[in-house]
Structure formats: C-alpha cells, structure tokens
C-alpha cells in the first residue's frame, strides 16, 4: 500500500532536480504522473542552463522504473492555452487527475533600479503567472472529476523574506501565497486543498552555478562551490548550506496525501530555520 496509491499527479518544471524528485517519490508511493516542462533556456536567464528534452525523458524512464505511468508534454507555463491542453490531455491518458503541482520556476538576478523590464517581466510571467496558470487547468479538471484534490505551489524561503537584488523573485515568491489563499477559498466547495511550500537553498542547478558562487564570494574572482559554502549556509538556522530535492519532497508527499486532508491555505517552510533567522 503507498500513500498516494490510484492518485495522478501533475508536476510542472518536472524535466530535473525538484520536480523530478517530487515525480519520483510520489511514484514510489505509488501515483502516476503527468510530467510538464518547457525543456529550453529562458530569454533573460543567463546564470545556468535550461533543462532539454531528454532531462524530461530520464523523469520518465525512472518513474517507469518504478512500475508507475507517466506522460510527458514539452509545455510553457505562460501559454494557458496549451498547459490547459496537455493537462486535460495527461488527465485523460491516466484517467483522472488528484495532485497538481506548480513548481516551474526561473531565477535572476539583477540590483533592483538597474534590472531591465524584460527581466522583471519574465519573471513575473513564469513564477507568478504560470503559477496561476497551473492551478487554474487543474482545479478546472479536478472540479469536473469530482474527486476533490490538492494543489501545490512552490514558493521559496524568498516568499516570506526579502531577497537582495532579486526584488521579482521576491514579489512572485511572495505573491504565489496570497494567490493560494485565495485560491483555497474558491477552491473548497470542490474539497480542493491548495497551500505553498517554501525551500530555503536546494542543492539544484538554480543554486549550484558559478555566478551565484560569484554572489557570495564577490571578494573572489573565480569561487568555487566549496569558497561559496559559509555563503549560502549563512541563511540557515541548522548549520548547512543547503537542503536536498528530497527534503522538499517529503514534505510535498505530507501535504498531498490524506494525512493532510484537513489542511489547506498554509504556507509550509521546509527551511533549516531561514524563516524565524
Ligand atoms: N533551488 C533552490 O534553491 C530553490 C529554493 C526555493 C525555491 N525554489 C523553487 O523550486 C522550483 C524548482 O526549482 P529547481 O531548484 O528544481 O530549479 P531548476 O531550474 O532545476 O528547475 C526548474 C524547472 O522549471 C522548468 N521551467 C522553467 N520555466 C518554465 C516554463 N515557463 N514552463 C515550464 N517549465 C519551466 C525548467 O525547465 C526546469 O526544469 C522553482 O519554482 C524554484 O523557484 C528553488
């Protein structure tokens, strides 16, 4: 018996590091999976690469590894449209849809009165806008189903704190939490739950890259990760720079199966303590 046995989940940005991890342990407790992501780099995101294709692929070859079904849409969380598509479309591959998880996001970096529009707009139009795009396709389809369900947004530890020269990331990050509470209002007729988690820093490629080394150590010309390391430990209560992808997905895994039923509208730190610092 898993927890989330005869359950279909869609995870957006599901091609690497979190959303594979949610893919994979919701897998393991037995759901199915619908597998969303763009699968190219962003216009204004210059400090890692984006994920491919065949990124998307492996989180399917280990979901299948696992016994369960997955489907997979190259898909971008801006265009509605589309994510309405390929959800309704995953939803009726799989034969119903539970869980939805918005976790495509971008990050940049720039001093606030220096960053250009387009920077904050992209921004804006992937982790806020997309956000409400995800919600959107899947309480649509959860509310025909029937069913009831559970939406997810990942927020970030910059959704209750500010973070420097990431004044978008902050303002998406935090305005995702009051999307959710909204939303969760509008939602609970239909006995849909809707709430955000929030990492502190996640050993992913949005984190372990030269530039945000470079961030940290601005005294260096060339930091290296382990020059980095008191850096991104110093927003941590617990003494550790960062937390795995499957910290996060434990805590995903909670707060979409039953045991949580009751629980919806929160804003659930999964943060080594960067939130009462
Ligand atoms: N890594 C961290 O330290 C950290 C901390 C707190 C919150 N987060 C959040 O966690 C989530 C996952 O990030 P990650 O750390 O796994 O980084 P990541 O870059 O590896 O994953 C993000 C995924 O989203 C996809 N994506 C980006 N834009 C998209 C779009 N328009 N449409 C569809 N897919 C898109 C990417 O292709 C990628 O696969 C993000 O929302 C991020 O903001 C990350």
């Given amino acids: 018996m898993g927890r989330m046995d005869n359950r279909v989940v869609c995870i957006t940005g599901a091609a690497r590091n979190q959303g594979r991890s ?29 994920a491919t294709a065949a990124d ?11 016994g369960r079904r997955v489907v997979t849409h190259v898909v971008d969380v801006r265009d509605a449209d589309a994510l309405d598509t390929a959800m309704a479309q995953g939803a009726a591959d799989l034969g119903r849809l539970d869980v939805v998880v918005a976790n495509a996001g971008i990050f940049t970096r720039s001093a606030a009165i220096d960053m250009p529009v387009a920077m904050w707009q992209e921004m804006i139009d992937v982790n806020l806008t997309g ?5 959107r396709s899947g309480i649509r389809l959860m509310r025909e ?49 809707v709430n955000t988690l929030h990492p502190t820093n996640v050993a992913t490629t949005m984190i ?4 945000t080394y470079q961030m940290f150590r601005p005294d260096l010309e060339n930091p290296s990760m382990q020059d ?16 795995e992808p499957r910290d996060v997905s434990n805590a995903l895994l909670w707060l979409v199966s039953d045991e949580a039923r009751y629980v919806t509208g929160i804003a659930m730190p999964v943060d080594a303590g960067l939130s009462v610092k």
């Fill in 22 to 50: 949610h893919a994979v342990r919701l897998a393991e407790e037995g759901a199915d999976i619908i597998a969303l992501d763009i699968c190219r780099s962003l216009t204004t995101v210059d400090m890692y690469p984006g």
């Fill in 228 to 243: 980095a390391l008191d850096g991104f430990a110093s927003i941590n209560v617990l003494p550790l720079p960062w937390i």
């Fill in 208 to 211: 372990q890259n030269d530039a």
């Fill in 145 to 193: 189903h029937g069913n009831g369900g559970s939406v997810i947004i990942i927020s970030s530890g910059a959704g209750f704190k500010g973070a420097a020269n990431a004044i978008h990331y902050t303002a998406a990050k935090h305005a995702v939490v009051g999307l959710a509470r909204a939303l969760a209002i509008e939602a609970a007729p239909d006995d849909i739950r």
């Fill in 131 to 135: 956000a409400w795009h995800t919600a």
């Fill in 56 to 66: 998307l692929e492996e989180t399917a070859r280990q979901v299948r590894e696992l």
